[in-house]
């Protein structure tokens, strides 16, 4: 077998595969996901669309093995050569970061409030990828600027920040740990129009050599990134295929009408990115 067939056999090779998926209440039983399969390949993007409440961010969290105690998951999750739903805490936590890496919503509670942004990064950098403290902040500001954020970020403290500089300092704190997979939950939520294109310019430029999982409310910001959309509702996968296919001709209700009520809201960065290409 010659290297260039092993090469095309490591991309084809999917990074994450979720099998069966489903997160339920730990003393009820209750099911809040239900049976969601899914496959990230190097290079690829795969958007999740669904409505609040519609399992979304419990799916994400489920595929890092980042539940509360509350919930419990059930299905398979692979990722190098593990089951994240049946590994050691510690070893979930080794793989994590620099392995997968989660964008969270709630950037606001990201961050401790009583230390810098500069120590979260040299942190981060010194336990996952083993760097000095000055080639920690190097790479600290190569990202921020990738993110359209100053050196100068860096010595603020948390609450000196607005919700949407810190979803930019989370982003570029979870890009500089260079995970294979990256799992987005909303974000660009807290951005405007110009940031928005920003970040989604950036998310497409790392899924060239990693796989991406995007979850989001916009089907404009979806549109651009994903080859794939997977749409939830009510905990359970309803509809799922090639991103142009399934926004051309929709074949569930809540797929339709996702689609009818979002195109409003997306019309500022589609004018964007139409002016900036």
Known sequence: MTDETLKRNAEAAPLLEARRVGVRVRATGEALVADVSLTLRRGRCLGIVGDSGSGKTLL?????????????????????????????PAEARRRR???????????????????????????????????????ARRKAEEYLKQTGLAADVLRAWPHQLSGGMLQRCMIALTLSLEPSVVVADEPTTAQDACNQFKIVRLLAGLRQERALLIVSHDLAVVQALADELLIMHEGRCVESGPTAAVLAAPKHACTRRLLATRQALSRPFLQLREARA
């Open 97 to 135: 970061g620099a392995g997968l890496g989660l964008l969270l919503q709630q950037a606001m509670t990201a961050f401790d409030p009583l230390r810098t942004i500069e120590a979260h990064f040299l942190e981060s950098l010194r336990e996952k990828c083993g760097l000095a403290a000055a080639e």
């Open 60 to 88: 994400c969290r489920s595929l890092l093995g980042l539940l509360p105690s509350t919930l419990t998951a059930e299905g398979h999750v692979l990722f190098d050569g593990m089951d994240m739903l049946c590994a050691e």
